[in-house]
């Protein structure tokens, strides 16, 4: 007889077939154990004396069979779904992004899955997610970036919430110790333990802020009767050396070191400083017989009373140009309706109309004096940060923010324009520029803190709307001096 041995391919076993969905009753039936049993391995229930093989067995079959536990089930076992919802305004934005990442990293280890939901700031939609988030077993709500404006029957934590809601837990960022570890780190290197370069810096800074009044002054005292088209002129082109500037200098560095553009721009002003001196002596000059028929000497109490007028002015429309482009970003940028490149293109065609401002005003003076200018731009930049916080299209908008850059252009040459001829040219004007730069810190800051205490920053943006009309009133409080 022949002794014959089967093919191991046939002796292999086969998957079992089990018809329908792999359930936990079907498993226990296909290993011929208590469903209970099976549920307390495959759940890792602590305190159950089951053997290992039987453990093993399980937990073979079970994937063998593809068998996963029914959530939903488990759900109405133990009452509790482990799911949580997330409120955000966008999905795409970088900081929301990197915040969801952490939350859900957190989450994901944790044991919980979690919806997301994006609301673009809009009320109607915030409430909607909201109830459908709870409706679909959300165990808590996570808002970053949202208003929130009612409790809620669940746990809620708000990540930079909007304001105070009862039941809810703010996460915000601790802006003061940020502020004290920011002073306390330029404190150590203002005494040059850090920063030995710190002098070389703070003499290049100041010599800067001199020469940028300096040169504002000057330019004011040479070029009379045509003053506020001369000063918006070189606001302009301080405007687009900005621009340009970085961009040269990046490009600099890559072929010649640093040091050559230090010596160069040197040499470029010592030989722009002997010009200067030369054309200030003419002119100090010619000042000595001319400056008696153009205006009356003030005296110097009225000096006081026009330098604090005029302070004031320069002071609120600093504010106003900080605080309108410095939020503008944002404010777009939460617009229900507005997507991501909508924000940035309002906020560029505002820079750029600002810079088309300046470089349009000595056109416009050519037809109209430099007052009915002011008073213009000062009125219509009012109506146009009105319309700004109106608009609801991104066009409207676009439109509105263009409309308020290219009324700003010309107002702070114009003040300073005007301030040089009510105070006769007096030095005491240099203290405007100084001044101005407090409007540039408070108003931003004081947009902000109402935008959170209101909960919105339409409402915060008011500060500069109100800023503006304050401006008029200001500019109708001097007098011209009498031509002699």
Sequence with gaps: MLACSTPSWLTKQ??????????????????????????????????????????????????ELNYHPSLLARSLRNRRTLNIGILVPQLGDGYHTQVMSGIGDHLMDAGYFYFTAHHRHRKDLIEEYSRMLLGRGAEALIAVDTLLEHPFPVPVVAVAGHQAVSGVTNVILDHRFAAELTLTHLHSIAFFTEFPEFPRFFAFGLGLGLTMTATSMLIGTTSIGRRGAALSILNAYWAIGAALCPAIASLWVRRWPPTYLFLTLAVVLAMILTIIL???????????????AELEIETGNRHLELLFIFAALASLYVGVEVSISGWMMTYVHRMPITSKPWAAIATSCFWIALLLGRMLAPAVLRRVSEAE??????????????????????????????SVGLTLGPIFPLCIAKALVFMHESPKAKWIFSISGLGGAVLPWMTG????????????????????????????????????
């Excluded at 079992?16 to 936990?24: E, M, N």
């Excluded at 709307?465 to 109708?476: D, F, K, P, R, S």
Aim: proline residues 6%; contains cysteine; charged residues 15%.
């Design 14 to 63: 086969k998957r079992p077939s089990i018809d329908g969905p792999i359930s936990l009753k079907k498993l226990a039936e296909h290993l011929g154990l208590n469903p209970a049993t099976v549920s307390v391995v495959l759940n890792e229930v602590p305190g159950r004396s089951i053997p290992q093989a039987t453990r093993d067995r399980i937990k073979a079959a079970a994937k």
């Design 373 to 402: 200018l002011l008073n213009s731009c000062i009125a219509i930049g009012l109506v146009s940060a009105v319309l700004l916080l109106l608009s609801h299209s991104p066009m409207a908008i676009v439109l509105s923010a263009a």
């Design 449 to 484: 803190k109402l935008s959170v205490h209101s909960g919105s920053l339409r409402i915060g943006l008011l500060v500069p709307v109100i800023a503006l009309a304050a401006m008029i009133i200001l500019n109708q409080l001097d007098r011209r001096p009498t031509l002699v």
């Design 278 to 292: 030369r054309h200030a002596a003419q002119h100090r000059a010619a000042s000595l017989t001319s400056s008696r």
